[in-house]
């Protein structure tokens, strides 16, 4: 089974190259995937009705219990066949829906292809925290479908709606999940078959469990997202709001009833809310001009139908919501894609313009009409023999007053013969309103469709027929899930034809009125026109969203007052009195040794010294010389505590930290602007002496606070044994930590990408000029030069010696950089200590020669480097799964490599050069967001003051032409390089 969604997930990942290829046609390649899983079920599916259920596990996170355990039952063959076959079919029907000129097509076909892996991987899950990681990836795939076109308003609020409901419900539900999972189990199995005790954590767990399935299948309260999302394109509509997504909810419901239907709560969430919404629905589908939003809020009422059924708890009424699930995927889709068909032949779904198209679409409203008939109930349709079943059910529950009492299941039978009537009347509405030839309506243009674009709902409508017709050989394979229930009797075989009973009665009875509300339709409308809205759950989701914007407002008009002091001294206030009062008070200090050598009181000394000068200094970059000295001075505590390779990043860092400082300084004023005393410096003393005590005091009970053995007391075995190196720092990072060092990269990722878009709002720096092109005049043509970048710059700012020390280190520092990068398994260094090195020498050749003497050391993109880094270290903690392993596994490899010899040749190398790469990425994008970027506002600046005209600090390269920037471009790294110079 995980097979099934690794398919999946491989056709997502080649669908946007298969769209560029193909165009529209890579949907017909695309719909392989749901097809075989649809023919994997179908070969199974004699295991299944025999009990033999198929199961697999794949260990995930043991330490937490979580497994990726897959198992096919009943329930989950049924709703699993539902996803793939209408899945497959849907793909065929966009071949034809979709323009080959649709710029969108490579997202979409991505998106909708992960979508369809993910509702498979739902409904065949038996782990509840894994549906739930499925359950959200649904969510978060419809929001991309539906928001399909992100320059419409409407796509993105529907979109916007969507998602802020069923995420809601999934975090309600993602509480009731843990809550089982710690009182009882997180195996649906286990869940299943032996229950816990319905004690108050059960009951709170089960009503946040069902709050989740039910804003999944737009119940009432949260039955408005639905329609809004019918903005979607309509194979969207036909897929996920007939057949998958709002089936998630049902799945739930099914899934947990046999062990927990008689459950405080239960059948008034479930049969109340269902029932309630089944009649909200069916009301406001009567009120629609739009056909695909009639369809909308008719699946809103047919979902109420289906939970109400599925909660009810009988044996009967398992099978009938079976058989009702099947049904409705069968008749909504077949009717959403007719909607579509019609859309794209006609140009309109107002009911009003249309008439005359059921003649001339045949092909179309033959099927449609058999599916809206199987949807009103009428025999021989699969929806007469579903409704019959469930009114069988209800029927039964009045006669025996299980498990619903008598006056509610009384309430129950009639508050689904009127959402029956209200289905029927709206059924007859929408033929009438998609296909009729209606009095003084011109007949509607009609452009004919291409086969292939009615072959799924043709399809889809004969199988409404079929399953009507062939019902008695449905119930023994749905039967295997009915009589797990303990409520109830055996349940009669479905069939479309049990004698003159009750609930044939009750059938006729909600058809007789359905249509006579529809002839009434007028009268109908005019009632509705004057009846209050009562439930309107759109209203009260936009004056909720009002409210929150609202409160937030007037939060952050009295929290967020625009002062980053008042910010950071709010941050440190509460550091202080909570976790420094709480050591202070509660914390148990061990004793104290001041140092192990004299050397490192002279080092604190020293840091001492450093921090308080920072304090009386005037001048921001003697500022930031004494706060890196104090990071220096923590380099050497290392050195001397015997971390060489601790020491070596520490020290790389607070150089690299340094580069930032004294860029970012140029565009700042020399000196601090003095202050004269006042009650405000004071407290700010205070906070500072209170926050450095709290931090000490902190790291006095956290290290007297450990009670068990820590466990890098086994790293040196362990990285030696499983990590292949020495070094046990790099052996921590690349294996044994790996897990952290990927998400560290990926924040570095983030920070390099942060940096740049702070300087550059638009986009990345990523304008490269090659010195050559850039040269001012030379007196001395024919005089060789150390940098092509000085040859940019004016005499007066070069300086010789820094170029030909530059041009004499740099090629030593990347080899250094390399060498760190590749002993660094065995040695101190590593991917990170080299990546600093290596982009430290482009920062020297930056000071040395400018922007333009960058561009000429590193002349690509940054983002490019730190994109590919971030590539090959993902590449490589996911390559041993290809050869049978787990993520992140190392592998030692030895060799002979002439002229070398032996090599030793850990797997983990890999990782670390995807670390390289990344960090080398970030510097350069620091240097070019802080230097080249600040060079360019500089010159810009420049060139206005001279010319008095102004331009955009993004195209000031362009003054560079004029021959401005050429003569003064470079001061800016010039000012910064005089630090370094002698």
Known sequence: MAQLLLLHLLAAVVAPWLAKVLRAKAFLVLAVAPAASFGWLVSVSGDVRAGNLPTQRISWVPGLGIDLDFQLTTLSWVLALLVTGVGALVLLYCRWYFSDRDPTLWRFTSVFTAFAGAMLGLVLTDNLLVLYVFWELTTVFSYLLIGHNPASSTNRRAAMQALIVTTFGGLAMLIGIIALGVHHTYSISELVADPPALDGVTVAALVLLLVGALSKSALVPFHFWLPGAMAAPTPVSAYLHAAAMVKAGIYLVALLAPAFAGAPAWHALTVGLGLFTMLVGGWRALRQHDIKLLLAYGTVSQLGFIVAIAGLGTKTSALSALALVIAHGLFKSTLFL?????????????????????RRLLPVSVPATLAALSMAGIIPLAGFVSKESALEALWQDVQTSTPLPAPWSWLAIAGVVAGSALTVAYTARFLWGAFATKPGVEPTPVKAAHPGFVLSPLLLGVGCLLLGLLSPLESPWLMPYAVAFPVGEAPATLSLWHGVTVPLMLSLVSVGLGLLLFSRRDLVGRAQARVPALVDGERGFARTLRWVDRGAVETTAVTQRGSLPIYLAAILIVFVALPGVAAATRGSFPSIRLWDNPGQAVVGVFMVAAAVLVLVTRRRLTAVMLVGATGYGVSLLFILHGAPDLAITQMLVETVSLVVFVLALRRLPTKFTRHPHSPSRTWRIALGVAVGTSVGLIALVASGGRTADPVSVDFPTEAYAFGHGKNIVNVTLVDIRAWDTLGEVSVLVAAATGIASLIFVRTRNTRLSRATAKALPSSNPARGTWLHGGRT??????????????????????????????????????????????????????????????????????????????????????????????????????????????????????????????????????????????????????????????????????????????????????????????
């Open 338 to 358: 007719t909607v579509g068909v019609v859309d794209k032949s006609t140009g309109t779904r107002d009911l009003r313009e249309l008439s005359g198209v059921g």
């Open 793 to 982: 710059m004016r005499q007066e700012k070069r300086s010789v010696i820094f170029e030909v020390v530059t041009r004499l280190v740099f090629h030593v520092m990347l080899a250094a950089s390399l060498f760190l990068l590749f002993a660094g398994h065995n040695q101190p260094g590593g991917g990170f200590a080299g990546g600093l090195v290596a982009g430290l020498a482009l920062v020297v050749r930056y000071l040395a020669g400018g922007r333009y003497e960058l561009d000429e050391a590193a002349p690509f993109d940054a983002g490019l480097l730190v994109g590919l880094g971030l590539l090959v270290a993902v590449g490589s903690a996911l390559a041993p799964l290809a050869f049978g392993g787990t993520i992140l596994e190392t592998t030692a490899v030895d060799f002979t490599l002439p002229p070398w010899g032996e090599v030793h040749l850990v797997t983990s190398l890999f990782f670390d050069v995807g670390v390289y790469l990344i960090v080398v990425g970030m510097m350069l994008d620091i240097v070019r967001s802080l230097g080249t970027g600040i060079d360019r506002q500089i010159a810009d600046e420049q060139s206005d003051g001279g010319s008095g005209e102004t331009s955009d600090a993004s195209d000031a390269s362009d003054a560079s032409d004029e021959g401005a920037e050429g003569a003064e471009g470079a001061e800016g790294a010039d000012d910064v390089a005089e630090v370094a110079r002698p």
